[in-house]
Nanobody, 121 residues
Framework: QERLVESGGGSVESGGSLRLSCAAS??????MAWYRQAPGKEREGVAA???????SYAGFVQGRFTISQDNAKNSIYLQMHNLKPEDTALYYC?????????????????WGQGTQVTVSS
């Protein structure tokens, strides 16, 4: 059973930076991604990366976030700059054997427990 463990969340002021990490217990399949969910809102995709290193981002990222991976460590990262209060959410790491879309209702194979990001104005 694959296990995903996120870390790196915290509280920052608007304009600050955070780096999230997600460690997988084994090979994570074809792709991994970051999703987030704010209180009272639906879960939304943030960024994804596949086994070839190809990345995709949600429109609201606007060049502020960078997803990367370290295959030797079975880990992915999300470097976030210029954080805004609307980025406040619980950030989840997901993994899938096939696809990691950032929209729609895809049922990912694995989910982490999440790490909280809080941005104050």
């Amino acid at each position: 059973q694959e296990r995903l463990v996120e870390s790196g969340g915290g509280s920052v002021e608007s304009g600050g930076s955070l780096r999230l990490s997600c460690a997988a217990s084994a090979g994570s399949g074809n792709c991994m991604a970051w999703y987030r969910q704010a209180p009272g809102k639906e879960r939304e995709g943030v960024a994804a990366i596949d086994s070839t290193g190809r990345t995709s981002y949600a429109g609201f990222v606007q060049g502020r976030f960078t997803i990367s991976q370290d295959n030797a460590k079975n880990s992915i990262y999300l470097q976030m700059h210029n954080l805004k209060p609307e980025d406040t959410a619980l950030y989840y790491c997901v993994a899938d054997m096939n696809f990691c879309p950032l929209t729609g209702t895809h049922q990912f194979d694995y989910w982490g427990q999440g790490t909280q990001v809080t941005v104050s104005s």
